[in-house]
């Protein structure tokens, strides 16, 4: 199983599912539904009616691990920083090359190849294949949504070198908009920069945004993401924006709040409001196994968290995180391998 597994890594890191793009992800999704199918007893239990794919497979009943994973990646970015194409999914003794193949397709096919192990050994197991969650869990909020799940427990299959996560932080993006008036650049006094305005009032006033820190989370933190604004030189820009990404522990309310705050004639819009995961201590199914930090990234979780349950979450998956979202993206096949053995395990230890 682990040969025929490895080649559907393969088909799948050759296929472009960058966020976005909802035939190709729903494309690739239905490759991974194909391969998992195949085995009897594993079957399709819901899927999308419309707007972003996600499907969810399952053996027996919906009482055993959840497994979330999603279809979609990031950009290639320059190809002038790869060595390799970035869909080859070339193979090496040690490595699984390409796009996607850490985040998370790895972990994607690891948790369907156990889902066919469940299905032969007669215990239960779920996979929830999920779209554009780099650009902010998308396919997981419109699933969770349309979902009834009662996992004993959830497992995000990311990249954490197969040591178990028990969270990461919640994430809230702010989109701010100013207003000013414009004016020829020889008079700035006859109008109103935005650009400046968002630089004094918002820029400036960052030091004064409410942080938290959680023990095991860290400490909240601010990017600013982007700053737009200005048609030319000689024209005092009548508008402007800028995006911040506010990693949270407890809650994005303090952060919206802030903004809403800083001027009248700056409007705040929460483009996102994910909140954090946490679960308090290592579940008994994963005793033995080692442990990690918070995650850095956020995942699908956030977004379905609050439909799941009450179950545990927690991000285990192959792969170094260092290579998610990096040009020479690449999987370790030894790590892959071991998420197999981990989540078999796992499936096998909850049926009992």
């Given at each position: 199983?682990?040969?025929?597994?490895l080649?559907?890594?393969?088909?799948?890191?050759?296929?472009?599912?960058?966020?976005?793009?909802?035939?190709?992800?729903?494309?690739?999704?239905?490759?991974?539904?194909?391969?998992?199918t195949?085995?009897?007893?594993?079957?399709?239990?819901?899927?999308?009616?419309?707007?972003?794919?996600?499907?969810?497979?399952?053996?027996?009943?919906?009482?055993?691990?959840?497994?979330?994973c999603?279809?979609?990646?990031?950009?290639?970015?320059?190809?002038?920083?790869?060595?390799?194409?970035?869909?080859?999914?070339?193979?090496?003794?040690?490595?699984?090359?390409?796009r996607?193949?850490?985040?998370?397709?790895?972990?994607?096919?690891?948790?369907?190849?156990?889902?066919?192990?469940?299905?032969?050994?007669?215990?239960?197991?779920?996979?929830?294949?999920?779209?554009?969650?780099?650009?902010?869990?998308?396919?997981?909020?419109?699933?969770?949504?349309?979902?009834?799940?009662?996992?004993?427990?959830?497992?995000?299959?990311?990249?954490?070198?197969?040591?178990?996560?028990?969270?990461?932080?919640?994430a809230?993006?702010?989109?701010?908009?100013?207003?000013?008036?414009?004016?020829?650049?020889?008079?700035?006094?006859?109008?109103?920069?935005?650009?400046?305005?968002?630089?004094?009032?918002?820029?400036?006033?960052?030091?004064?945004?409410?942080?938290?820190?959680?023990?095991?989370?860290?400490?909240?933190?601010?990017?600013?993401?982007?700053?737009?604004?200005?048609?030319?030189?000689?024209?005092?820009?009548?508008?402007?924006?800028?995006?911040l990404?506010?990693?949270?522990?407890?809650?994005?309310?303090?952060?919206?709040?802030?903004?809403?705050?800083?001027?009248?004639?700056?409007?705040?819009?929460?483009?996102?409001?994910?909140?954090?995961?946490?679960?308090?201590?290592?579940p008994?199914?994963?005793?033995?196994?080692?442990?990690?930090?918070?995650?850095?990234?956020?995942?699908?979780?956030?977004?379905?968290?609050?439909?799941?349950?009450?179950?545990?979450?927690?991000?285990?998956?192959?792969?170094?995180?260092?290579?998610m979202?990096?040009?020479?993206?690449?999987?370790e096949?030894?790590?892959?391998?071991?998420?197999?053995?981990?989540?078999?395990?796992?499936?096998?230890?909850?049926?009992?």
């Amino acid at each position: 199983m682990t040969d025929e597994a490895l080649a559907l890594l393969g088909d799948l890191v050759r296929q472009d599912t960058t966020s976005g793009g909802n035939a190709a992800q729903s494309a690739a999704q239905e490759l991974a539904v194909s391969y998992a199918t195949a085995t009897s007893g594993v079957r399709v239990l819901q899927r999308s009616a419309s707007g972003r794919p996600w499907v969810l497979l399952g053996t027996g009943s919906p009482d055993g691990p959840l497994f979330v994973c999603h279809i979609d990646t990031v950009p290639v970015g320059s190809l002038d920083l790869w060595d390799r194409a970035p869909f080859s999914a070339d193979v090496d003794e040690e490595f699984l090359h390409g796009r996607g193949s850490v985040d998370m397709k790895g972990g994607l096919v690891a948790a369907l190849a156990v889902l066919r192990n469940a299905a032969e050994a007669g215990a239960d197991a779920q996979v929830l294949i999920t779209s554009d969650e780099e650009i902010g869990c998308r396919g997981a909020a419109e699933a969770s949504a349309a979902l009834n799940l009662t996992p004993r427990i959830v497992v995000v299959p990311e990249a954490t070198q197969n040591h178990v996560s028990l969270g990461h932080r919640g994430a809230t993006w702010l989109r701010l908009a100013a207003e000013g008036k414009a004016a020829h650049g020889s008079t700035p006094h006859l109008g109103r920069n935005a650009i400046q305005l968002l630089a004094d009032r918002a820029l400036g006033a960052l030091g004064s945004l409410p942080l938290s820190t959680e023990d095991y989370l860290g400490e909240e933190t601010v990017n600013v993401g982007t700053f737009e604004g200005g048609t030319a030189t000689n024209i005092v820009p009548a508008s402007a924006t800028l995006t911040l990404d506010v990693r949270t522990v407890d809650g994005g309310a303090p952060a919206i709040a802030w903004a809403a705050s800083l001027d009248p004639a700056i409007t705040a819009e929460v483009e996102l409001d994910l909140p954090a995961v946490r679960t308090p201590h290592l579940p008994d199914a994963l005793a033995g196994h080692a442990t990690a930090p918070a995650a850095s990234y956020f995942t699908d979780a956030s977004a379905l968290s609050g439909s799941v349950g009450g179950a545990p979450i927690v991000i285990w998956g192959p792969g170094d995180p260092r290579q998610m979202h990096a040009a020479n993206e690449k999987l370790e096949l030894e790590s892959w391998r071991q998420a197999l053995r981990n989540y078999r395990e796992l499936v096998l230890s909850v049926a009992r």
